[in-house]
């Protein structure tokens, strides 16, 4: 067994819901290379698991009150010796996972329950859905050190829109559960008792669509942002509609609304009212 400490766990439920957690309380979740690297271990694994059919949803969550304080300061400390190229090396892996995490091809959820500070904001901004307590806070923290949310802005700008990222990246402004909702950042901001409950409602709602069409409705949504009215993304969307009407699933979910039933791939999702919540559903 290695002596090399885990900072991260990955573990796939019965409802194949791979729930990503991070698991570094005493220091906030900050982040650090140790940490990154996991998770791109982790999202390696899920990214091939999601093609598969494999994982149908991930939750992005962590341990502690906060949800993450954004870079580590031992590894901050370590980082003033590096060079450019060190820094451009650490700043790689870092953009690597921004973009892994993005690109999952299963829906994303992240769960947040407290501080996100800096890097962790990008996490955030990459998840699909973000449910939020209300003691929850975000913060673009960087320039406030003389640094810039330089590798996750594509992520926070696309979330928050340009008006907005312009001031929260620019005054390091703290921004509250409901602010954070209000401009995007958030789509739920919930109490905090009943944060698992409104991740696991999330997932019933999630587990209801089709796998094969929500991955390729991801994918498709990444395309019409890059170009949304390009004669090539006009085709594309009528490519992809017609491709999933005379797929195993399309005619799956046709034939089961017609005949008012739940379709095949909902069996064994639902969840009863009885059932307990998400993180004690998982022990």
């Known amino acids: 067994m290695s002596d090399t400490p ?4 990955l573990e796939l439920d019965d409802r194949d819901v791979a729930w990503l957690t991070l698991e570094r ?3 906030h979740n900050a982040f650090d ?3 990154i690297a996991e998770l791109n271990a982790h999202l390696e694994r899920l990214h091939e698991a999601a093609r598969h059919g494999d994982v149908r949803a991930v939750v992005l969550g962590s341990e502690g009150k906060s949800f993450s304080a954004g870079a580590d300061l031992n590894w901050m400390k370590r980082m003033v010796e590096y060079d450019v190229d060190d820094n451009l090396a ?13 690109t999952l091809p299963c829906p994303t959820l992240c769960r947040v329950q407290g501080a996100t500070f800096g890097g962790a ?15 929850a806070k975000f913060c673009l923290s960087e320039v406030k050190i003389g640094l810039s949310p330089a590798v996750i802005s594509p992520y926070v700008q696309r979330a928050l829109g340009e008006r907005q990222a312009r001031r929260y990246a620019l005054t390091a402004e703290v921004m509250d559960a409901p602010t954070a909702l209000a401009l995007g950042l958030a789509h739920r901001v919930v109490e905090p008792e009943t944060l ?3 991740v696991t409602e999330m997932l019933d709602t999630l587990l209801g669509g089709s796998p094969q069409a929500q991955r ?13 009215d390009s004669k090539a993304t006009r085709e594309h969307t009528c490519r992809v509609i017609s491709e999933l009407r005379v797929s195993a699933e399309g005619q799956e979910g046709l034939a089961s609304f017609f005949e008012k039933r739940r379709p095949a791939w909902t069996q064994g999702t639902a969840r009863n009212d009885s059932d307990t919540t998400a993180t004690e559903r998982r022990s």
């Not at 650490?90 to 953009?95: E, F, G, M, N, V």
């Not at 990008?122 to 859905?129: K, W």
């Not at 390729?216 to 949304?228: C, D, G, Q």
């Open 6 to 9: 885990s900072y991260s766990k």
């Open 25 to 27: 309380p005493d220091v």
């Open 33 to 35: 290379d140790s940490l």
């Open 90 to 102: 650490d700043s790689r892996k870092l953009a690597a996972l921004m973009h892994g995490l993005d």
């Open 121 to 135: 904001v990008g996490l955030a901004a990459c998840c699909d859905i973000v449910i939020a307590s209300e003691k």
């Open 196 to 198: 698992d409950d409104a």
């Open 216 to 228: 390729a409705t991801k994918a498709l949504l990444a395309e019409v942002a890059r170009a949304p």
